[in-house]
């Protein structure tokens, strides 16, 4: 069932005002710390031990003697041994005492077991809690039954390996790096059968994995992932807000893509199979016609998750988007709430977050400003779960 909503709220009784703004140190880290210093809040960054420098020497702030900000956006980090010790008892329990806010990113949903984040941390998430787990595909309740329920167009499913008849991309994790994509395209069985033994012997897909693997017609168009932002503390009909937009940068295919189709030919067969593990983002705006399109999509989600997963949507989350030939986006992944790609646009803001806004706007300052704002209205409870 999880923690009562009323449970982690009354944790709130005890905190400061304003409260300190949290997150691990992975995925969108540095937007969350700079957003939160950019709108005069604490930030605090969970680090795991040998991952920590970036944050605890390279962003690390630091004050002049008036005590001010001069350089950074990380005003504390704790290391831990492993990303799964910020669920410990002991650290739960400083972190409520520290008075922090924990901003969910999928390193958490992945370093630290679901069923512990649901029922075991005693500590307020900026965000939805319940929602987290409908990012895993294998789940039979997860975002593709949102997004039905939701009339959102998904690619269509392929049932099975044998019934491949035309460019299809099958997606499972990697199989060591679970948090990165093992996926591959096929045209037909043949090309599935070979490239699954090519991928199992490199190490990158685990046949256990491909029966719980789940089978797409490809939709070709450019990549757009919508970074959306979802407040309570608004009107409904003011609730919705796009930021920006941004696209991956995966290895190796977009090196592949980069060589003229001649060298890609004089590859080694096995190195001709793109990875698409995502190593950054870029970013990009749309053409406005697609607009209206973009936020009826954003609108129905957010309706679907209130009715499916109370309170709904809260704070940040991510359509990712093909755009088809006819210039319809079509919904291949979802985030449950920051996204990956955020940091494109950290201190500069989103380019439709800033001019909602009338200033720079990212997705980082866009939830330290909410967590300021239900702070010092007496509304904090109403953005956390």
């Known amino acids: ?75 504390e980090v704790w290391v831990l041994p492993h990303f799964s010790d910020l669920a410990s008892p002991a650290s ?72 491949i008849d035309g460019l299809s991309i099958v997606k499972l994790p990697h199989a060591s790096r679970r948090l990165e994509r ?18 199992v012997d490199r190490g990158i897909v685990a046949r256990d994995d491909l029966a719980r693997a789940r089978i797409e017609r490809y939709v070709v168009g450019p990549v757009f992932n919508f970074n959306f932002f979802f407040s309570p503390l608004v009107p409904r009909a003011e609730g919705l807000e796009l930021l920006g937009v941004d696209e991956r940068r995966e290895s190796n295919l977009d ?17 001709r199979i793109p990875v698409y593990t995502v190593v ?20 129905r989600f957010v309706e679907a998750s209130r009715s499916r997963y109370p309170p709904g949507i809260l704070g940040p989350f991510c359509l990712q988007t093909c755009i088809d030939a006819a210039g319809h986006p079509v919904v291949f992944d979802v985030a449950a709430r920051i996204g990956g790609g955020t ?15 009338r200033g720079p706007m990212s997705t980082g300052r866009r939830i330290a400003l909410e967590i300021r704002r239900a702070s010092s209205e007496g509304r904090l409870a109403e953005v956390i779960t």
């Not at 093992?182 to 991928?199: C, D, I, M, Q, R």
């Not at 592949?256 to 001649?262: D, E, K, Q, W």
């Not at 940091?343 to 806004?357: I, Q, S």
């Open 92 to 163: 739960q329990e400083r972190l409520r005492t520290r008075g922090a806010l924990l901003v969910p990113n999928r390193a958490l949903s992945s370093y630290v077991p679901l069923g512990t984040i649901e029922n075991d941390l005693l500590v307020p998430i900026v965000g939805s809690r319940s929602m987290l787990r409908i990012e895993e595909r294998t789940e039979r309740e997860n975002y593709y039954t949102l997004l039905e329920s939701a009339g959102i167009p998904t690619p269509p499913v392929v049932s099975g390996p044998d019934a």
């Open 280 to 299: 950054g983002h870029g970013t990009l705006t749309v053409r406005e016609s697609i607009l209206d399109e973009v936020f009826r999509l954003g609108e």
């Open 343 to 357: 940091n494109v646009h950290l201190g500069l803001g989103h380019p439709y977050g800033n001019a909602l806004w």
């Open 1 to 75: 069932m999880g923690l009562p909503r009323e449970e982690i709220q009354a944790l709130l009784e005890r905190y400061p005002t304003p409260p300190v703004v949290a997150t691990v140190g992975s995925h969108s880290a540095l937007d969350v710390a700079d957003g939160a210093v950019t709108e005069g809040l604490v930030s605090l960054v969970l680090a795991e031990a040998g991952r920590e420098s970036t944050y605890s020497r390279y962003f690390l702030t630091v004050r002049g003697a008036g005590g001010d900000r001069v350089r950074g956006c990380v005003d």
């Open 255 to 271: 090196g592949l893509v980069r060589l003229p189709a001649a060298q890609q030919l004089e590859l080694p067969e096995a190195d």
């Open 182 to 199: 093992g996926f591959f395209t096929a045209a037909n069985p043949t090309e599935y059968h070979t490239k699954v033994k090519h991928l």
